[in-house]
């Protein structure tokens, strides 16, 4: 008997929106090209007992997990509140900005951080705490908009919209330069760049607000690890009748006229080499968790909509380096590491340091996040006791990395010792000499390995670029336009862990009736 739902992906948005129709009674399966399910929520492992090492391939903190916020509700609305929980960050600083000759810890107070700045910046405290105002305007006006907001029945509220109106074409840096901030405050509060990959000039100011006061609200990461949302997500599917395949991989869709009926698709291993049948799966809807744009060129661009072609021409967002890395013989809670995250730049405007590196490849003055999952819960299953995985991210050019894997493997790999190197020399500067010594294993990833392992179309990271004309009033949504085909992916929805469930679930709720968001 075919399903109620055939949903191609298994990316956290997808397996959202399948445990809730699942758990509701309807027929789930969900088809994963990939060994692992989770998209860039999956988890990896490396090692042989008792020296294995868990690393997730994306994920490193998260917000919007409180009991009655999106995530919290979506694991309510599952039964599933005590089986999933989460961490609290440290609210005295979840996040510690640094570059040279300035230190911010940003702190969940908004009081806190207002005369933490005053204290950096004094000359300019008045511009910094009307900035932090009207950030925190903009952020009642963003959550007072419905899920899906209509033109017309927007006009009667428009008054109060009035920074909505404002801001909607506007980037990061225009409202920094409208409230005059100096250029080192600027920089210690857009340094969280790699949570968008875009500097403050490319950045929609919508979406910066979003997550800088989500995470105000509360960072968080998973008590048992990332690895066990994704696993729990999964049984739920599981046990309520649903199935997760694993190892196939969408070549085509089939349609019955105009109405999309299935797919076609092929069995692989996990490199990705076909191994098995091609077959014909039938579903009464389809749900496309794989990219939009891919989606579409499948079928032809033709069978959409002009509205719906229009909004697949997105750019996509860019993609990053990633260092998985395993250190013993030292804690890093004695330099400073602990329940937050480090961002640091060398170069004081991130226009620039974002454009040398993207652009040009040039990480000789780097900007980078850090994180140290290991020490973000008490739960040690990610490594093994005496160890600590941490690990760095920082933008990269597909183009470039794509180019140097095909022509020239040496070269390609060199690249990516080059950034590695590059960010080491930084962190053994100021803040743990000697890491190298301790280091016990290493793994780098560039945006092709994003590309290989997830399916990501030039290895994006975020799917459509958080810029201001991808994040407007025409913004891809579920609607492909095509009869039987939903959209339920980043791009069509919203990106990151609370976004991607905000996506799934609100995708049930449309199609099921049942709105609990």
């Not at 920074?163 to 980037?171: D, G, K, L, S, W």
């Amino acid at each position: 008997m075919k399903p109620d739902y055939l949903i191609v992906g298994s990316g956290l948005s997808a397996l959202a929106f399948g445990a809730l129709m699942a758990r509701a009674g309807k027929r789930v399966t969900v088809l994963e090209a990939h060994y692992a399910p989770g998209g860039y929520g999956h988890t990896f492992s490396f090692g042989h007992d008792p020296d294995v090492y868990r690393f997730n391939a994306q994920l490193h903190y998260v917000w919007n997990c409180g009991p009655d916020e999106t995530v919290g509700r979506f694991l309510r609305k599952l039964e599933l509140e005590d089986e999933v929980t989460f961490e609290r960050l440290d609210s005295n600083g979840f996040d510690r900005m640094r570059m040279p000759g300035y230190a911010l810890d940003i702190p969940s107070d908004w009081d806190m951080l207002a005369s933490r700045l005053a204290a950096l910046f004094p000359q300019h405290a008045d511009r910094c705490s009307a900035f932090l105002g009207e950030v925190r305007r903009v952020e009642r006006e963003i959550d007072s908009l419905p899920p899906t907001p209509h033109a017309l029945r927007m006009i009667p509220r428009i008054h109060r919209l009035r920074r909505i109106v404002r801001y909607r074409n506007a980037t990061l840096q225009d409202v920094f330069d409208a409230f005059r901030l100096p250029l080192e405050a600027q920089t210690l509060l857009a340094l969280q760049w790699p949570d968008f990959l875009l500097p403050p000039s490319k950045l929609s100011f919508f979406a910066w607000v979003a997550l800088f006061t989500g995470y105000m609200g509360g960072a968080y990461y998973p008590t048992r690890h990332f690895e066990h949302v994704i696993e729990t997500l999964v049984a739920t599917i599981r046990g309520h009748g649903g199935e997760v395949r694993l190892r196939q991989r969408v070549t085509g869709f089939l349609l019955d006229g105009d109405r999309v009926s299935g797919v076609i698709a092929e069995e692989v291993d996990d490199d990705g080499v076909a191994t098995g049948p091609v077959q014909e799966l039938h579903g009464a809807e389809v749900v496309a968790n794989m990219d939009p744009r891919r989606a579409a060129e499948m079928m032809g661009p033709e069978r959409f909509s002009s509205r719906v072609r229009n909004q697949l021409l997105y750019e996509y967002s860019a993609s990053n380096f990633m260092a998985y890395c395993v250190v013993e013989g030292l804690d890093l809670r004695d330099h400073g590491f602990g329940r937050s995250n480090l961002f640091h730049t060398d170069e004081p405007d991130l226009n620039v340091a974002f454009e040398a590196m993207l652009e040009r490849g040039d990480y000789s003055t780097p900007s980078f996040a850090v994180t140290v999952p290991t020490l973000l819960t008490e739960d040690r299953s990610d490594c093994p006791a005496g160890k600590q995985i941490i690990e760095f991210l920082t933008v990269a050019n597909y183009e470039r990395f794509k180019n140097l894997r095909f022509s020239n493997r040496k070269q390609y790999n060199l690249a990516k010792r080059t950034i590695f190197d590059s960010i080491l020399h930084v962190v053994e500067r100021d803040y743990v000499p000697n890491l190298r010594e301790h280091m016990v294993f290493k793994m780098l990833g560039s945006p092709t390995t994003n590309e290989r392992y997830a399916n990501s179309p030039r290895g994006h990271s975020y799917g459509s670029n958080m810029t201001p004309a991808n994040m407007g009033a025409s913004r891809l949504s579920w609607k492909s336009s095509v009869p039987g085909l939903h959209f339920c992916n980043a791009s069509s929805g919203y990106a990151g862990f609370a976004g991607t469930i905000w996506t799934g679930s609100n995708l049930y709720g449309q199609l099921s009736g049942d709105i609990f968001l």
